[in-house]
């Protein structure tokens, strides 16, 4: 299993360029989730998709959007990059089984928006 | 509104300390909490996770202990490496709207000197 995977890596874009952030898992999970972690901010939740055709918004959607058409991807839009969007992006996947619920995360897409 | 507190921010010690790792949480209606390192530029690390029901969970010189009613859990690092040096991030789990999703500490930030 590869995990989850995040593409790409790093990413420099200009204010008001759009551009799309890639997440897959391969472990069949039902829920994914974008994050940003900001310094002094800590991870804050920008999306995120209990399964196939459903998401909703985290504590920080503005600026984003994103759609779930398979149970593998679950892709970031940044319709119109604004400097504040500065800021290293995470995507996880999870499944619970009871009272468990585990989480697994990308490596990151840091994206500076100049 | 879960709100997570990590204390302390950051920690430097001498190689072979045992050490604690502080995290408390307001809503104690959780199912589980995890502990997660991050190390710099990447991303994050599932260490341990602690299910509502279990007072402790250990991992090698890990060892995770929750008190769910009074909103506090510890992660107990011992004879620390340099090798350990990394952010240490907690988040419990509240099932509910938004099931999958955690919310994180700020983390604390560890030095090990050798």
């Known amino acids: 299993n590869a995990g989850v995977t995040q593409t790409p890596k790093f990413q420099v874009l200009k204010t008001g360029q759009s551009m799309t952030l890639q997440c897959a898992q391969d472990m069949n999970h039902e829920y994914m989730s974008w994050y940003r972690q900001d310094p002094g901010m800590g991870l804050r939740l920008i999306h995120y998709?209990?399964?196939?055709?459903?998401?909703d918004q985290g504590e920080v959607p503005n600026g984003y959007n994103v759609s779930r058409s398979t149970t593998e991807d679950f892709p970031l839009r940044l319709l119109s990059a604004a400097p504040s969007q500065t800021s290293v992006y995470f995507c996880?996947?999870?499944?619970?089984?009871?009272?468990?619920?585990?989480?697994?995360f990308g490596a990151g897409t840091r994206l500076s928006v100049l | 509104k879960q709100e997570v507190t990590q204390i302390p921010a950051a920690l430097s010690v001498p190689e072979g300390e045992n050490l604690v790792l502080n995290c408390s949480f307001t809503d104690s209606a959780i199912y589980n909490l995890q502990w997660f390192r991050q190390d710099p530029g990447k991303g994050l690390t599932s260490l341990l996770l602690?299910?509502?029901?279990?007072r402790e969970q250990t991992s090698g010189r890990l060892n995770a202990s929750l008190d769910k009613s009074s909103g506090r859990s510890t992660l107990y690092i011992a004879a620390s490496q340099p090798g350990d040096s990394a952010t240490y991030l907690c988040a419990p789990w509240n099932y509910g709207g938004s099931q999958g999703n955690l919310i994180f500490g700020k983390g604390t930030k560890l030095s090990v000197k050798p």
């Open positions: 996880a996947s999870s499944y619970s089984t009871g009272s468990k619920n585990i989480q697994y």
């Open positions: 602690i299910q509502s029901s279990q």
């Open positions: 998709s209990v399964g196939a055709g459903i998401t």
